[in-house]
């Protein structure tokens, strides 16, 4: 995913917490990151997931061991949860969700990733975590009548184990949508393994994609949630051009802690007040309101 200055440079400073082990920095970092209206997802994707990239890149080259591996990973775990108890979730779905990783797949922080994302969507999630045998993984599935099952692969050599575990949960009498995502999906094996109904590495896709396939669309939006829409959109867009919030109240005409209650979504914001800010931002009041 794209990232803004602001979140590249959380992101550098989260992954030398990780790589020198402090976990106290690394709790900063994620603090700062809610404290600036960064989306969990945005910290999810942008900052924790790129930092254990190249945690895992140090492991490899032989610079980190692998008791300071497992370190990074349980900071990281431990951050997810922080994170995952303070944001608050979109509207509930009434479809459940069962992520898993592979049989022979010990990797379990990007399931157990998938699954906060999921969460924080509104989805019922059953985390079934790492070195799931696909006969187990059938018969939970069966029993459970899941909507969605996501299966996780770090390597390609599991791919074989992924299609067989598809294919066996596409042969249930219902049918469950299925995919599977990782980083061991080569970029040739995009969309190329049997069963599946999607195959991709991006947990945003998958996201998308499985409202899509199973026909869930959100129901009409209080005025909180349009709040907090327009405030994160504008946010969003703030950000990526790099501009203070000062600067953008200053370009919209507007004062700097009546920008900040709007990028909350705090304040009831005028249509007259609106039109400025998708005035200084360069786009329009639709875009700001629903942003797709």
């Not at 009548?145 to 074989?160: G, K, Q």
Request: aromatic share 4%; hydrophobic share 40%; glycine share 10%.
């Amino acid at each position: 995913m794209d990232r803004s200055p602001e979140t590249q440079l959380l992101c550098e400073r989260y992954t030398a917490a990780l790589l020198s082990g402090d976990d106290r920095e690394a709790e900063r970092v994620v603090l700062d990151a809610l404290q600036r209206g960064v989306g969990a997802d945005a910290i999810y994707l942008g900052i924790l997931a790129p930092a254990l990239v190249e945690v895992g890149e140090a492991w490899r080259h032989g610079e980190l061991s692998i008791a300071q591996e497992h370190l990074a990973t349980n900071i990281t775990l431990e951050q997810m949860g922080h994170i995952r108890d303070a944001t608050r979730r979109r509207e509930h779905i009434s479809a459940e969700v069962v992520v898993a990783a592979v049989a022979g797949e010990m990797h379990f922080v990007a399931t157990r990733m998938i699954a906060n994302l999921f969460h924080f969507d509104g989805w019922a999630v059953v985390h079934l975590g790492a070195d799931t045998p696909s006969a187990d993984l059938v018969d939970l599935v069966r029993e459970r009548e899941s909507e969605l099952v996501v299966l996780s692969l770090s390597h390609p050599d599991r791919i074989c184990t992924a299609q067989d575990a598809a294919e066996r949960l596409k042969a249930l009498a219902h049918g469950p949508v299925v995919f599977v995502g990782g980083a061991g999906i080569p970029d040739a094996e995009q969309g190329e393994i049997g069963g599946a109904d999607l195959v991709s590495s991006s947990p945003t896709e998958a996201l998308r994609t499985a409202r899509a396939l199973l026909g869930i669309t959100s129901e009409r939006p209080t005025l909180d949630i349009q709040l907090g829409t327009l405030g994160r959109r504008v946010q969003e867009l703030r950000k990526q051009r790099g501009w203070s919030q000062q600067r953008l109240a200053s370009a919209a005409g507007l004062d700097r802690t009546y920008l900040g209650t709007v990028e909350q979504g705090k304040q009831n914001i005028t249509i007259g007040a609106a039109l400025k800010l998708a005035d200084a931002l360069d786009t329009t009041l639709g875009e700001l309101i629903d942003p797709g």
